[in-house]
């Protein structure tokens, strides 16, 4: 059985009412109106994005998803398997990935970009195994920027908005949402936001 450590959302460990909780949830609602073909969820913890990305969805055909914990896989296979499910543990940062994997039509990553060094090859493997014309839907916390130290202990760092955007470049089109709990939108000039979730077409 998995325990909590605070890294990874396990709603059926945690209150329902927390705030992390309700925002995984949001994130993985909002992808799920651009969810279709082949589906990628990367880094998907304990796999609980894959109930809500599969519900009152028939576009999807199949959806894999991928994470470094052996841990976080085996708990999705137990408790988030359905007939569209895979699941595989593997590295972010593998450039095979897209060899081993095939291609996709629609790749999820939310909050795995900031746990790491490498980011550049990391958008770069998720380019690679996107099908051209796919949609890339990624998230992140707004912070101080790459060159300041970050509070969570689970992050290397995070990333202004300019940042960001800077290391999706290799995607032609992009457009950025902002999200502060259950909320995901366009932003609006007086609001303050948390979390930035772009969404990214090849």
């Given at each position: 059985?998995?325990?909590?450590?605070?890294?990874?959302?396990?709603?059926?460990?945690?209150?329902?009412?927390?705030?992390?909780?309700?925002?995984?949830?949001?994130?993985?609602?909002?992808?799920?109106?651009?969810?279709?073909?082949?589906?990628?969820?990367?880094?998907?913890?304990?796999?609980?994005?894959?109930?809500?990305?599969?519900?009152?969805?028939?576009?999807?055909?199949?959806?894999?998803?991928?994470?470094?914990?052996?841990?976080?896989?085996?708990?999705?296979?137990?408790?988030?398997?359905?007939?569209?499910?895979?699941?595989?543990?593997?590295?972010?940062?593998?450039?095979?990935?897209?060899?081993?994997?095939?291609?996709?039509?629609?790749?999820?990553?939310?909050?795995?970009?900031?746990?790491?060094?490498g980011?550049?090859?990391?958008?770069?493997?998720?380019?690679n195994?996107?099908?051209?014309?796919?949609?890339?839907?990624?998230?992140?916390?707004?912070?101080?920027?790459?060159?300041?130290?970050?509070?969570?202990?689970?992050?290397?760092?995070?990333?202004?908005?300019?940042?960001?955007?800077?290391?999706?470049?290799?995607?032609?089109?992009?457009?950025?949402?902002?999200?502060?709990?259950?909320?995901?939108?366009?932003?609006?000039?007086?609001?303050?936001y948390?979390?930035?979730?772009?969404v990214?077409?090849?």
């Open positions: 059985m998995m325990e909590y450590t605070g890294e990874r959302i396990i709603p059926k460990l945690m209150n329902p009412k927390n705030g992390l909780v309700i925002e995984h949830i949001a994130r993985y609602a909002f992808a799920n109106e651009f969810c279709k073909g082949r589906v990628l969820d990367i880094a998907c913890g304990s796999g609980y994005g894959s109930e809500i990305l599969l519900t009152d969805n028939d576009k999807i055909t199949k959806l894999v998803g991928i994470d470094i914990s052996t841990e976080s896989i085996a708990y999705a296979k137990q408790h988030y398997s359905f007939p569209q499910t895979s699941y595989y543990t593997d590295n972010a940062l593998n450039k095979d990935l897209h060899t081993i994997y095939g291609t996709f039509d629609t790749i999820i990553s939310f909050e795995t970009i900031e746990h790491f060094e980011d550049e090859i990391f958008v770069q493997n998720l380019y195994l996107l099908k051209p014309n796919g949609t890339l839907i990624i998230s992140t916390p707004f912070g101080r920027g790459k060159d300041h130290p970050c509070s969570c202990p689970f992050h290397v760092f995070q990333y202004t908005e300019e940042e960001f955007l800077e290391v999706l470049k290799p995607f032609q089109q992009i457009a950025m949402y902002h999200q502060i709990d259950s909320t995901i939108e366009l932003p609006k000039e007086d609001q303050k948390y979390l930035m979730v772009a990214c077409k090849k």
